[in-house]
């Protein structure tokens, strides 16, 4: 269980969120509001409030982001897009949960007949959606939103890209050392910390050393954020010139070092795949790139289904590089078609929240299987509808992106709007094996839908909206953003 340190965390982000915006540029205290509260805030730890989402180290800095953002800084927050394919998806995003919670009243009952006795003895039951848990699906999905937003809105400049890759380096460069030491000693500082283990230990442990989780819901999470550090620093290096240009390619190799130590395939394989992508080839083709993992994403359930994913090939390739790796990819596998099947009973909004859309033993309501990758927790869960609303959400900024730069004079486009793409593709194929989507992965998505709206609609954030106009701040000392300069 979480110790009080972990409570007291969390309580204490919302003034840690307003120090950074009084001191900090508008995107700067952003980023970090949100990308320090992933990295330091305890994980499990929650506040679970009546009537809304529980608030833990998701939650919490996106929510007083927003806030300190739009109602104390008073500068606009625009709630939907502007290209029509977004904002559809973002309405369906929100409120194409209501059709899940309307369809799932009914309780999920476990029965257990003995055998000498006709009478049905009820062991367990998972509870029907409710009206009242309309509301906290609908508030959590916003809340989910809010980075997705304020990026699109105050990310989506070329400075501001350069900013979100330099907090993901300098994110990670941190998180390196108490990485190193778990490396070494084994993943204990959660444990000293906040006085509990988030994850099973026993997955920590690989190729006879331990892997890092600081405190991340898991290693593999963190494995990702060194290879989009990775990724981030090498595309920095690429715009940089003499000794900076060094030091951030030193940078770069130092992270990447690091990333092997973490001991994740999946991980390794992206930031070998992507980082000479990002250090050598035109722009442009690193957006064709991008969008071609993106559409891969996207069509992977329908691959899955049609049996066009090689499962067997892929698991005998997994054999030849550990054997250990070959069970852990079967595995995944084999709970997927488990969930599938499940899934296949609710196809259009999925079973909705409480675990409903797990595999469970019918007597006992023990879960017989555990979902890893993203994509098949929302298929279940939400069904195609949720599906579609999310990952076109995540890759329609691709798209948007890619016709937008081919449209654009040459030399024109962005230098890290690219790099984002394809950190952003990495993130979309990694959550086909986990459920790693973040509010990282909602900035990146945000920062290339802004920008690509940007080229599409010239002058589009020069009016004032209607949501949040843009008056000055009224609270003494912050400084208004527009006054200070970016690095």
């Not at 989402?53 to 008073?74: E, G, H, N, Y």
Request: charged share 15%; hydrophobic share 55%.
């Amino acid at each position: 269980m979480p110790n009080a340190l972990a409570y007291l965390m969390l309580l204490a982000w919302p003034l840690v969120s307003l120090i950074l915006f009084r001191r900090l540029p508008l995107e700067r205290a952003i980023l970090w509001c949100i990308i320090a509260g992933y990295l330091l805030l305890p994980p499990l730890a929650e506040f679970d409030l009546p009537l809304v989402p529980d608030m833990d180290k998701f939650a919490i800095p996106s929510v007083m982001a927003f806030l300190l953002c739009a109602c104390v800084l008073r500068k606009p927050v625009p709630l939907l897009p502007r290209h029509p394919a977004a904002k559809l998806l973002t309405l369906l995003f929100v409120f194409g949960v209501i059709p899940t919670v309307l369809t799932n009243g009914e309780p999920i009952l476990f029965r257990r007949i003995a055998n000498s006795d006709p009478i049905i003895f009820l062991t367990d039951q998972l509870p029907g959606l409710r009206w009242r848990d309309l509301g906290s699906v609908i508030i959590n999905q916003m809340i989910v939103l809010i980075p997705f937003l304020l990026a699109r809105r105050y990310l989506s400049t070329p400075d501001a890209q350069r900013e979100l890759l330099l907090a993901l380096m300098i994110g990670a460069l941190a998180y390196s050392i108490p990485s190193l030491i778990e490396i070494r000693f084994s993943p204990q500082i959660n444990v000293w910390v906040y006085g509990f283990f988030q994850h099973d230990f026993s997955q920590m442990i690989r190729q006879g050393g331990f892997r890092p989780i600081v405190f991340l819901p898991h290693a593999l999470w963190l494995a990702f954020l060194m290879t989009s550090a990775v990724l981030a620093t090498v595309a920095l290096a690429r715009g940089s010139h003499g000794k900076d240009r060094l030091c951030l390619a030193l940078a770069a190799a130092y992270l990447f070092a690091v990333l092997v130590l973490c001991k994740s395939l999946a991980s390794q394989a992206y930031a070998l795949a992507f980082t000479p992508v990002i250090a050598l080839a035109p722009l442009r083709w690193q957006l064709r790139v991008a969008l071609l993992l993106g559409g891969i994403a996207v069509a992977y359930p329908v691959l899955r289904n049609t049996g066009l994913v090689p499962t067997e090939a892929l698991v005998a390739q997994a054999e030849a590089i550990s054997a250990e790796r070959a069970h852990s990819l079967n595995y995944r596998f084999e709970n997927e078609a488990q969930l599938l099947a499940r899934a296949a009973e609710k196809t259009w909004f999925g079973w909705g929240g409480w675990g409903r859309n797990l595999v469970r033993h019918e007597e006992t309501g023990q879960i017989l299987s555990i979902p890893d990758g993203r994509w098949i927790i929302v298929f279940g869960t939400f069904g195609w509808l949720g599906y579609i609303a999310e990952m076109g959400l995540l890759t329609v900024p691709l798209l948007l992106l890619a016709q937008a730069a081919r449209r654009a004079p040459r030399g024109n486009v962005s230098p890290y709007a690219a790099p984002i793409a394809l950190i952003l593709a990495a993130n979309l194929m990694d959550m086909l094996l986990n459920a790693t989507l973040l509010p990282i992965t909602w900035m990146c998505a945000g920062s290339l839908l802004g920008y690509a709206e940007r080229l599409r609609y010239p002058g589009l954030f020069d009016r004032k909206p209607a949501l949040f106009g843009g008056a000055q701040a009224l609270v003494t000392g912050i400084a208004r953003p527009e006054e200070r300069s970016i690095l």
